[in-house]
């Protein structure tokens, strides 16, 4: 009996700081994906719209610069849920696939002016499953986002398999980690901004620590993408023609390669997994199993609520 599922990495490029455009081009890879049998996509970090790299090219004294281009990212931030994620939704269930996409997100339980750097879990029947805001930002990123709380820290089980997500180098703390390989996680999505042969060794790392499939997608991303109207662009070396060539992959859970590194590149990098590897990785390593030795160590998540019941 044939168990493979094949699932998607979109090494896409925002049509950078705006919601609409990017909307679209999200729904026509999710067709394109759907088209070609992939049961699953899972997009970059902050692709909803685009990754804010000026904060590391610009220091915080430059606030009326800071304060335009946050201006511009809470204006094409997204709220869960409102009318980007209900095309998302819609696309998602017309194709036949479970989404998973990184955003700009607003906190729209308060104030609508802060942002959280989300993801959110949408499955085959255009449901949104629910969405987990990062729980540190990296460096510069803190004059970005909010942190995020245990509470959205979960794996949603899904047509196919049980899928969990750590956003960049959430995926460095153990303890996060841990908490995913507890929820029996199968499928690590696993959005980022890093696409440095340390981050790909990590991620090898982590399927056979985790025992799991992991999708490792980067947004790859030109100077031409970004509109000249943006001023930090002139920050950049001289020349430069890529701000970030991806590197997406997908790793199978002995730590081999599936598809990818992409670099340089657009472009949806598909591969055929079987659930039944996960098994086979774990006789002789089990990190939640027969390895955990729960006599010695104790792990526990605060905050971590129960899902809400889903409507039909």
Request: negative net charge.
């Amino acid at each position: 009996m044939d168990k493979t599922l094949k699932v998607a990495s979109a090494q896409l490029s925002p049509i950078f700081l705006n919601k609409e455009k990017t909307v679209d081009k999200a729904c026509e890879a999710i067709l394109e994906a759907g088209q070609n049998g992939a049961h699953l996509i899972v997009f970059p970090e902050a692709f909803l719209s685009g990754y804010p790299d000026w904060t590391w090219l610009i220091p915080n004294s430059k606030g009326a610069d800071l304060g335009a281009l946050y201006l511009r990212l809470v204006e094409n931030a997204v709220s869960v849920p409102d009318g980007a994620t209900n095309k998302l939704c819609n696309a998602a269930k017309k194709a036949n696939i479970n989404v998973v996409m990184g955003m700009h997100e607003k906190n729209s339980e308060t104030s609508n002016a802060s942002l959280f750097n989300s993801l959110v879990f949408i499955d085959d029947k255009g449901i949104i499953l629910g969405k987990h805001r990062k729980l540190i930002p990296t460096g510069g990123e803190r004059l970005i986002w909010s942190q995020g709380d245990g509470s959205t820290l979960r794996a949603y089980d899904t047509s196919v398999g049980k899928i969990a997500g750590l956003i960049c180098w959430e995926n460095y703390m153990p303890l996060a980690r841990n908490a995913i390989y507890e929820f029996g996680t199968q499928i690590l999505a696993a959005p980022t901004w890093d696409k440095s042969p340390n981050w790909i060794q990590s991620m090898q790392h982590i399927a056979r620590e985790g025992g799991l499939f992991v999708i490792s997608t980067c947004m790859a991303l030109k100077m031409d993408d970004v509109p000249d109207a943006y001023g930090f662009k002139k920050l950049y070396p001289e020349g430069r023609e890529w701000i970030n060539v991806g590197n997406s992959c997908i790793i199978a859970p002995n730590g081999q390669f599936l598809a990818g590194p992409l670099e340089a590149e657009e472009g949806i990098l598909y591969a055929d997994i079987d659930l039944d590897e996960i098994i086979k990785a774990k006789r002789m390593f089990d990190a939640v199993g027969h390895y955990s030795r729960p006599d010695v160590f104790t792990f526990s998540l605060k905050n971590n609520r129960p899902l809400p019941a889903q409507k039909e």
